[in-house]
């Protein structure tokens, strides 16, 4: 079984839907990233967690919000999505002991039509 | 504006020669570099790091040569290997916090 799961893993949603990215993960680990990776550009990190009670804002938050329920979960919700939303989503986790070395999860494929 | 950069979106290379992917950052309190591997519809996997202790780490056929002066980094994969095709992200980060920067990623093609 994957350590990191994401679902669902394709998503076409119309402008102005609301929208939400699940990721689980089995690690143990304490912190929690979500990323957006679009041609040309990489990943860009959209918010973060270090624990349970810790959100963190990334480079790209604006028309994101996250929820963080359990250490083992971590949800990415778009409340009014738009086309230029439209590109591959993905969750990562990492703990405190392996620095920045990040696992990834799959990845969910959003169009925004 | 980004801060990791990878300046060539492409390169091909024919398999058992050498592949040399390069890496330019410009934020003088990273630390700690990272590459990833990517293939199609995976997430993206750790491959090899270093510290800015460093210049240099080896990991079997992956070497990642850092230049802190130029602030620049490369990764060899020596001998090139068909299976080695994919989209190689660099990364960067302050051991403070961790979060990485991401360059925009080079697609390596081997070729038979």
Same mark, same amino acid.
């Given at each position: 079984d994957a350590d990191v799961t994401q679902t669902p893993r394709n998503r076409i949603t119309k402008t102005g839907k609301r929208i939400m990215l699940e990721c689980s993960q089995t690690k143990g680990h304490d912190r929690m990233y979500w990323y957006r990776q679009d041609p040309g550009l990489g990943l860009r990190l959209i918010y973060y967690s270090f624990d349970v009670k810790d959100i963190n804002k990334g480079e790209i938050s604006d028309g994101y919000s996250v929820s963080r329920q359990a250490q083992?979960?971590?949800?990415l919700s778009l409340e009014s999505a738009i086309p230029n939303q /439209?590109?591959?989503?993905?969750?990562?986790?990492?703990?405190?002991?392996s620095g *920045?070395?990040?696992?990834? *999860?799959? *990845?969910?494929?959003? /169009?925004?039509? | 504006d980004q801060q990791v950069k990878q300046n060539s979106p492409s390169l !091909?290379?024919?398999?058992?020669?050498i592949s040399i992917l390069n890496c330019d @950052?410009?934020? !003088?309190?990273?630390? @700690? %570099? =990272?590459w990833y591997k990517k293939y199609p519809a995976e997430g993206p996997t750790f491959l090899i790091s270093i510290s800015s202790i460093k210049d240099?780490?080896?990991?079997?056929? %992956?070497?990642? %040569? =850092?230049?802190? !002066?130029?602030?620049?980094l490369s990764l060899h994969i020596v001998p090139s290997q068909p299976g080695d095709s994919a989209v190689y992200f660099c990364a960067a980060s302050r051991s403070n916090d961790y979060k990485l !920067? %991401?360059?925009?990623?080079?697609?390596?093609?081997?070729r038979a």
């Open positions: 083992a979960k971590f949800s /439209t590109a591959l989503y993905f969750c990562a986790t990492s703990d405190t002991t *920045g070395w990040q696992y990834f *999860g799959p *990845g969910t494929r959003l /169009t925004v039509l | !091909s290379v024919q398999e058992g020669r @950052y410009t934020n !003088s309190m990273f630390d @700690y %570099f =990272l240099k780490n080896e990991d079997g056929r %992956f070497t990642v %040569f =850092l230049n802190k !002066s130029a602030k620049h !920067s %991401f360059g925009a990623g080079t697609t390596v093609t081997v």
